[in-house]
């Protein structure tokens, strides 16, 4: 076995059988858990590196569930994928503004999706060990305070809640304020492997400049966003 933990939380009991084989065959250590309303507690104990959440769930359906962990000190920082079988680019959206990193459309190829759950456990552990080692944990600009460590946001001592997605977008545009990224580099940067819709990035500056304000963050057409101090 290895050192991942994977809570797997959906109310179709085959689903759970299906995906849990999978994973544990996979190496991985692996909980299930077929009741929303037992997830959060489930995960606080278990520890999780990643989560898979189903969508339409009776009592919590997948985008609330998502949004009470990014919102719980303990489940904040942890990896999750939201599996649905509903496709559309809204639903997409929909569950990456609650705070998703990935977003897989059912039926499920299970190597595909282990592959992701791989490509981001990857990625996030790489991410951590350079911010360890190569970042600043603390960028302040003006009023705007940036903590790397605690993912934590200050803007004229207010803090904000940022999802994960927007902080770490956030966290590169300033870390060379001035510097104009490309959506290529936003995209291999933040998603890395992820397959995510054309809109995505779209979606996260909207999100901050309704957070921060819109004079930080500037767009350069046809060619990517930077952030100006």
């Known amino acids: 076995m290895n050192d991942y933990r994977i809570l797997i939380v959906d109310d179709d009991s085959d689903i759970l059988e299906f995906l849990s084989y999978n994973f544990e065959k996979n190496n991985f250590k692996v909980k299930t858990v077929n009741k929303s309303t037992e997830a959060t507690e489930t995960a606080k104990n278990f520890k999780p590196h990643l989560i898979l959440l189903d969508v339409m769930m009776p009592e919590i359906n997948g985008i609330e569930l998502c949004e009470q962990l990014r919102n719980n000190e303990e489940t904040a920082d942890t990896l999750i994928i939201i ?36 490509a981001l456990l990857r990625r996030k552990f790489m991410l951590n060990k350079q911010s360890n080692h190569n970042l600043v944990n603390q960028i302040k600009i003006g009023n705007l305070i940036i903590d790397r460590e605690k993912y934590l946001v200050k803007n004229n001592n207010i803090i904000i809640n940022l999802p994960r997605k927007e902080f770490e977008l956030l966290a590169l545009l300033v870390s060379s304020p001035g510097k104009v990224f490309t959506r290529n580099e936003i995209y291999d940067t933040i998603w890395g492997d992820t397959i995510v819709g054309d809109r995505t990035i779209d979606v996260h500056i909207l999100k901050l400049r309704e957070k921060l304000g819109s004079r930080h963050i500037k767009t350069i057409k046809g060619v990517g966003y930077k952030f100006s101090d």
């Open 83 to 118: 599996l649905t079988a509903r496709g559309e680019d809204y639903s997409q959206i929909a569950g990456l503004e609650s705070g998703a990193d990935d977003y897989i459309v059912k039926p499920i190829n299970y190597k595909v999706l282990i592959s992701r759950v791989n």
